[in-house]
């Protein structure tokens, strides 16, 4: 009784410029779905929701890295619930929805793949449990792969040994190689879907190409063995690549210099990787095994009810907990669910956090993804019998890896 409509467009050629994948996936909900309206003032399906955004990622994480690293043509993948059955979650059907509108056409693509939740009930392991059962689990995992390999793995569970981690991807493989089978069988019924369409977005020049390599190599290797902070390492790397560039003229440097910074990223990539396995010394100067420097402190904010401000490295979260009554709690309004959310977590990433200038556009998709990840990490830590609204807010006032672990820590 669940069904999900999933449609996927592609443009025929890369905008000049782009060197990435401009992929968009879309999820939303339908209220008519379960037979029910939206609990909004305009009682109509509005921006989307967490959870909905939560689905995009889950999905977006699968498809992006099947496509052509080479394919940079816009890609728009669209997903709706249009019925809504509760004895199937939809968010497990979003991926095999989308890779089965891809797998039908002639978009360049290396899948066909598909993503299931499992979930463990009384030491049982289940395929796409209902919302119910999974309610009862003390292991919730969703699993993207193709047939060959596993692509991604998120969920959570009551502290597990390794061995049972792997018995549970392996038991999500098996069911994800069926689904892929059957998008195969479907795609050669649908003759559209080979061969796949011919497609030219990158082109390249060879002699630029070595040219880079050999001449910014070995200066790279010394910049990114010499320990600095971020900023000055970054100016450092760009000073290099100004050198190699002043051999040309202003005629010459509107052919080389796109390549030229193409090839000179792979250099610094290819460079800091050596000095990692040579070296054993990573781009700060510490060993592999070394961690970062950390101080923290609590207390930090004499107006919240509760605050700590964490600082592993370049990466800095100030942290806020509020405790409010029943009537604070969040309300939770999807085709799904309805109830009043007592824990919750709120993550910010303003762009000066790594040092750019950009538009706010309200919370970004990263921010909701991050901010449940941190969520679901503290949850379990607090008591069942608890009588506040509890609203943490995370604000990422330095990035340098890792800001969403830092807002555990400083939650915590």
Not at 278 to 296: F, Y
Not at 366 to 382: C, P
């Amino acid at each position: 009784g669940t069904m999900l409509l999933a449609t996927v467009v592609a443009s025929k050629d890369a905008k000049p410029g782009v060197d990435f994948l401009p992929l968009t996936v879309d999820y939303r909900e339908k209220f008519y779905s379960a037979g029910k309206i939206p609990g909004n003032f305009f009682r109509r399906e509005a921006r989307p929701s967490d959870e909905e955004i939560l689905t995009m990622r889950l999905v977006d994480r699968v498809l992006r890295p099947l496509f052509p690293s080479d394919f940079h043509a816009e890609v728009q993948v669209m997903i709706s619930l249009i019925s809504y059955d509760k004895e199937c979650m939809p968010e497990s059907l979003a991926g095999l929805a989308a890779s089965a509108a891809i797998a039908i056409t002639d978009i360049p693509f290396n899948g066909p793949m598909s993503e299931v939740t499992v979930a463990r009930i009384d030491g049982k392991l289940l395929v796409n449990p209902s919302m119910e059962n999974l309610a009862k689990a003390d292991l919730n995992i969703m699993v993207g792969a193709t047939k060959d390999s596993i692509v991604m793995v998120e969920g959570e569970m009551d502290e597990i040994s390794e061995q049972e981690m792997i018995e549970a991807i392996k038991f999500a493989h098996e069911e994800i190689k069926v689904q892929v089978a059957a998008q195969e069988r479907l795609a050669e019924r649908v003759g559209k879907s080979l061969p796949k369409r011919e497609y030219s977005h990158e082109d390249h020049n060879e002699e630029i190409r070595e040219k880079v390599w050999a001449e910014t190599f070995d200066k790279v290797y010394e910049v990114a063995k010499t320990p600095s902070a971020k900023e000055e390492r970054h100016d450092n790397f760009q000073a290099v690549l100004e050198e190699f560039l002043s051999q040309y003229s202003e005629e010459e440097l509107e052919t080389v210099t796109p390549y030229a910074k193409i090839y000179f990223h792979d250099v610094e990539k290819e460079a800091m990787r050596q000095m990692i396995l040579n070296e054993k010394i990573r781009l700060d100067g510490r060993t592999p095994e070394t961690i970062r420097p950390i101080w923290s402190e609590v207390d930090y904010l004499p107006g919240a009810h509760g605050s700590a401000i964490f600082t592993r490295g370049e990466t800095q979260s100030l942290t806020a907990v509020t405790l409010g009554s029943v009537k604070d709690a969040n309300m939770v309004d999807t085709v799904a669910i309805n109830y009043d959310q007592k824990f919750f977590l709120h993550y910010n990433f303003p762009p000066f956090s790594t040092g750019e200038a950009r538009p706010l556009r309200g919370t970004s998709r990263r921010e909701v993804g991050h901010g449940n990840l941190a969520q679901r990490a503290l949850a379990k830590m607090i008591p069942t019998e608890n009588p506040y609204t509890i609203r943490i807010v995370s604000d990422i006032l330095e990035s340098n890896g890792s800001s969403s672990m830092a807002t555990v820590c400083a939650g915590t």
